[in-house]
């Protein structure tokens, strides 16, 4: 598979012709019409600091559907006694630095760059992207995640916990939300074993860009 490079136009390329592991393309902008021309289409952003911006459409595909969230019975024992409040949008800069800076098992560093976040810090004002805030009863954040919104489809960028279970129930508020918005579809993008027991699946890249094409359109999702 050709891998493209990418110039002055924000227009991509077929996502179904990115190589075995998804890379696609290479180069174009972090601008939001870059980024909003490649969600629509099914591909991200990911790279490393200091590295050339890399578009990527992975085969499998990792996905939510909202109403198949799982809720172990420890859990639900969790969520009942009430002990986190829940925001979505009243801390988006915070949830994005949080995501960029907490350690994770088998990563080093982050690639959540100073461009990323400013790019996702642009799609949030102007109400593309969103966030889910978990706090605890002294005001603390603790956890919570943050992705795009596009007409039916949620495209998660990245979760974090302070806190055994925070961003367990930030993606167990979020799928309560997406359903009362009639959201069919969160995009996970790739496998975590921590996902999987939540319930997301894995499809292949063809069903999702199928899934997609039926669920998408250049319409912001109202986060209240």
């Not at 009243?90 to 976040?117: H, L, P, Y």
Request: charged share 20%; net charge neutral.
């Amino acid at each position: 598979m050709p891998i493209y490079y990418l110039e002055n136009k924000a227009e991509f390329p077929n996502p179904e012709e990115a190589d075995d592991e998804g890379l696609l393309a290479v180069g174009g902008s972090l601008k939001s019409d870059w980024l909003l021309a490649a969600y629509q289409k099914g591909i991200f952003p990911w790279f490393n600091q200091g590295d050339p911006i890399l578009w990527w459409c992975p085969n499998p595909r990792m996905v939510l559907y909202p109403a198949n969230f799982k809720r172990s019975k420890s859990f639900r024992n969790v969520l009942n006694q009430n002990k986190y409040s829940v925001t979505f949008n009243q801390a988006f800069e915070k949830v994005v630095d949080c995501c960029g800076t907490i350690s994770r098992e088998g990563q080093e560093g982050t690639w959540i760059t100073s461009n990323m976040k400013a790019a996702y810090l642009e799609l949030h004002k102007m109400g593309w992207c969103h966030s889910v805030e978990v706090w605890d009863d002294q005001s603390k954040l603790v956890g919570g995640l943050y992705g795009v919104g596009m007409g039916q489809v949620f495209f998660g960028e990245s979760m974090f916990s302070t806190v055994s279970n925070a961003s367990k129930i930030a993606l167990y508020y979020l799928c309560k939300r997406l359903l009362g918005l009639e959201v069919r579809l969160i995009d996970c993008q790739v496998y975590t074993k921590h996902l999987e027991s939540l319930g997301a699946e894995l499809i292949s890249r063809s069903e999702f860009l199928k899934q997609l094409n039926n669920s998408v359109q250049r319409k912001k999702l109202e986060f209240k």
